[in-house]
């Protein structure tokens, strides 16, 4: 059976037409700004890696099991890692090095990371055919379409409400879609690798109750899934027909009200992967306007935080269910995933310190941020509701020194709307990989990142990274 015979059965419109896209991109086509903002999202996936490989404290264990299951026998890289792996094991662990720190880049409207499943999956394609860094472009760009777009088609919010990840459960067919476009496959392949991926796609918001490590898993899983999916399709392998919009596809089984044509609306022309912001602060995305406000009204007001009474971070009902309830929990976390997803405690230690990177969480039992954490809280607040999901927005009211003082923030740092330039993201990639592959490798790392779509073997920047 050739990779072209994949199904007997008619594609539907959504699956079929993710898949042409998936298939026909090329880098040529695609608008300058998309190839431009393409690769300063791979250099801030990349910082995150690398960073994440050395610090993030599930890595030990994630290695461990790699080199049990037998996915260390190969000749495919990880970022930070002076070892090889096989593909499926790269994936596995870039994925989930991508998104340890929780610092990596975020839709707002979809809820999804995108470039965690999505990047390593294509440079892992790559390793495996020797590709181009042209068509690792294309096929991250692909991949960042397909798991945005269907995120958008559940709505994220509904799929939210049932407990599950989008990041890793639309994450899977992203990647799917970039390894498969990194492989050259055909759209009806790569609707085949839909259908393999929907066997696949998981996740689930349980890691709250525990600061569980499995959120960074579960995003992993999605880019080696995605892999597996691309590679099974490539050879032959006949998945599921019709697989996003069909009566147990994607998106009628993980949402109650899909809204299938939501994901092929101006397909080519308008493109997600630009309304996708970074972060400045490795936590979740809905403190970071917050943050923002804090530090702001820090620096303006000169505030000890011995001075403040009390706080209130206003943020929507989608970022109050991860970074506000419950409060007791949220006020009081014990681990540094707890930390990423309390509002007090971001809150907390921007008030304190005047910073929220990721030595912050060094700081997680300090006195003074432990102090402040219990004055700080979380509520819905009707006007910044009114802005999802266009914005992930947050209003931080302090009371200090007998007043009362207000910072509204619309629009967070990193956002599309406020993106930050080269030098900043270079300097966010500093600041993380510096440390632990030194300087002058992580500036060789960070400029054949930014060439990549110039570069005959899209993945020989992986060689840069250890």
């Keep these: 059976m050739s990779p072209n015979d994949v199904s007997a059965a008619p594609e539907s419109p959504v699956t079929a037409g993710l898949s042409e ?33 050395h610090d993030a404290e599930s890595t030990p ?156 898993f579960q995003v992993g899983w999605a880019g080696m899934a995605g892999l597996t999916a691309a590679t099974l399709a490539r050879e032959g392998f006949k998945g599921a027909a019709n697989a996003l919009e069909g009566k147990h596809g994607f998106l009628r089984s993980y949402a109650p009200a899909p809204v299938p044509e939501r994901a092929l609306r101006d397909l080519g022309q308008v493109f997600e992967l630009m309304a996708t912001g970074v972060k400045p602060y490795p936590s979740c995305r809905w403190g970071h306007a917050g943050i923002d406000a804090a530090l702001a009204l820090r620096e303006e007001l000169a505030l000890r935080p011995e001075e403040i009474e009390g706080a209130t971070l206003g943020i929507s009902r989608a970022g109050l269910l991860l970074v506000g309830e419950p409060a007791a929990r949220k006020a009081d976390p014990q681990n540094i995933v707890d930390g990423q997803f309390s509002g007090p405690f971001v809150i907390a230690a921007a008030l304190a310190t005047g910073r929220m990177d990721w030595d912050s969480y060094k700081a997680l039992h300090d006195p003074a941020i432990r102090t402040l954490m219990p004055r700080i809280a979380c509520e819905n607040d009707p006007e910044i509701e009114a802005e999802f999901p266009a914005n992930m927005s947050g209003k931080l009211t302090l009371r200090a020194r007998g007043q009362v003082f207000t910072r509204t923030v619309i629009v967070p740092k990193g956002e599309p709307a406020n993106f930050p330039n080269e030098d900043e993201l270079r300097g966010k990639f500093a600041g993380l990989a510096d440390a632990v592959i030194g300087a002058e490798r992580a500036a060789a790392l960070a400029e054949e990142v930014l060439r990549l779509d110039r570069l005959n073997d899209g993945a020989a920047l992986l060689r840069h990274a250890a």
């Design 61 to 216: 264990a994630l290695l461990a099991a790699v080199r049990a299951l037998g996915l260390d026998h190969g000749s495919s890289r990880v970022f930070g890692d002076s070892a090889t792996y096989a593909p499926a094991g790269a994936a596995l662990i870039n994925a989930t090095l991508g998104h340890s720190l929780d610092f990596d880049d975020t839709h707002a409207e979809a809820v999804v990371h995108p470039g965690a499943p999505v990047i390593p999956a294509a440079l892992a394609a790559a390793e495996m055919v020797g590709a181009s860094g042209a068509e690792v472009m294309a096929g991250i760009v692909a991949g960042y379409e397909v798991a945005l777009r269907l995120a958008l088609a559940l709505p994220a919010g509904a799929h939210y409400d049932r407990g599950y990840h989008p990041s890793a459960t639309c994450g899977a067919f992203g990647a799917a879609a970039a390894a498969g476009r990194v492989f050259g496959l055909d759209a009806a392949s790569i609707a085949s690798a839909f259908g393999i991926a929907l066997s696949q796609s998981a996740g689930s918001l349980q890691f709250l109750a525990n600061g569980a490590w499995t959120k960074r």
């Design 21 to 53: 896209f998936a298939a026909g991109v090329t880098l040529a086509a695609l608008p300058p700004e998309v190839v431009a903002r393409t690769r300063l999202l791979v250099l801030d996936l990349a910082g995150n890696a690398v960073r994440a490989r």
